[in-house]
């Protein structure tokens, strides 16, 4: 199966693509996860349970 980080990493690789703005939530509590979506060059990173508001303004700087 492919998680989160295979998926963000073969996103960054396919040139079609272009540098694509990811954003993740997740539930996961390991310190290490935050780093290794950071190294994969994620917009912005949350851990549930989510603050809306910031998701929000997080979501409107990719799209708007």
Known sequence: GVDG???????NDREKFGKPEII???????TSVEEKV???G????FHKP???V??????????F
Request: with cysteine; aromatic share 8%; proline share 0%.
């Open 42 to 45: 994620v917009h912005s990173f």
């Open 5 to 11: 980080f295979d998926l963000c990493s073969r996103m």
């Open 38 to 40: 950071r190294a994969l």
């Open 50 to 52: 989510v603050n809306l």
């Open 24 to 30: 993740v939530v997740t539930a996961l509590e390991d």
């Open 54 to 63: 910031h998701l929000v303004e997080a979501v409107n700087k990719v799209f």
